[in-house]
């Protein structure tokens, strides 16, 4: 019996759990084969080989941003112990909030995060840098779509730190390389970066068009 229709659990599948894999076209594909003579179930597998192919993609891609993200943020609590250490951003943090209301709140929130919001933009741009010159595709309005994600993420993750009842305390004088990479005060420091470049690197990627059809 030839089939015209595609099976209709199988089509919204391939619509709704396929994104960014080029569905009109793979849908319009499978379409045709299916009207010259291939069979429901071979519909079938074709739509479960691109889900499959969409899942792998995607995992693969969250790992290497997850490992990205991870090993870019490692830095951010040093500059953020350095500068709060440093005379001249203590007097300028001094200058900022005996500003005038709203000048106070908006310069002492873009002094507290303006230098962690420059470390996720830089890890940004060399990410879709590299991403580049792997894939050539790069687009400017989603690296905007991911700068402007950046901030809001950054901002509501350091809050949150904020609020948390935290008590363990060092001695400034003993810091090291390790205390860093090591110390969970520091590890926690690096939470809203991470978060932060992670989430703005998911918004700036383009959508995954590939697929691998079987035969």
């Known amino acids: 019996?030839?089939?015209?229709?595609?099976?209709?659990?199988?089509?919204?599948?391939?619509?709704h759990l396929t994104a960014g894999l080029c569905n009109d076209a793979l849908a319009g594909d499978l379409c045709e084969e299916l009207q010259r003579g291939r069979s429901t179930g071979?519909?079938?597998?074709?739509?479960?080989?691109?889900?499959?192919?969409?899942?792998?993609?995607?995992?693969?891609?969250?790992?290497?941003?997850?490992?990205?993200?991870?090993?870019?943020?490692?830095?951010?609590?040093?500059?953020?112990?350095?500068?709060?250490?440093?005379p001249e951003m203590n007097r300028l943090f001094g200058d900022i909030v005996q500003l005038d209301w709203p000048w106070s709140a908006l310069g002492t929130l873009a002094f507290e995060n303006g230098l962690g919001l420059l470390l996720v933009w830089t890890g940004l741009i060399v990410y879709l840098w590299l991403h580049f010159h792997r894939t050539r595709t790069l687009s400017l309005t989603r690296l905007w779509q991911g700068?402007?994600?950046?901030?809001?993420?950054?901002?509501?993750?350091s809050a949150a730190l904020a609020s948390l009842p935290l008590r363990q305390s060092f001695d400034a004088r003993h810091v090291t390389a390790m205390s860093f990479i090591l110390n969970p005060l520091f590890v926690l420091a690096r939470l809203p970066f991470f978060f932060s470049l992670l989430l703005s690197i998911w918004a700036a990627l383009p959508p995954r068009r590939t697929f691998a059809r079987a035969a």
Do not use: C, D, N
């Not at 997850?66 to 953020?80: D, N, R």
């Not at 700068?147 to 993750?157: D, E, F, K, N, Q």
């Open 1 to 15: 019996m030839k089939h015209t229709h595609p099976p209709a659990i199988a089509a919204w599948m391939l619509e």
């Open 147 to 157: 700068m402007l994600t950046s901030l809001p993420v950054l901002v509501a993750v």
């Open 42 to 86: 071979w519909y079938w597998r074709q739509v479960l080989s691109a889900i499959a192919v969409g899942i792998s993609q995607r995992v693969r891609a969250l790992w290497l941003m997850l490992l990205y993200a991870a090993l870019w943020s490692i830095p951010a609590p040093a500059l953020q112990f350095y500068s709060s250490r440093s």
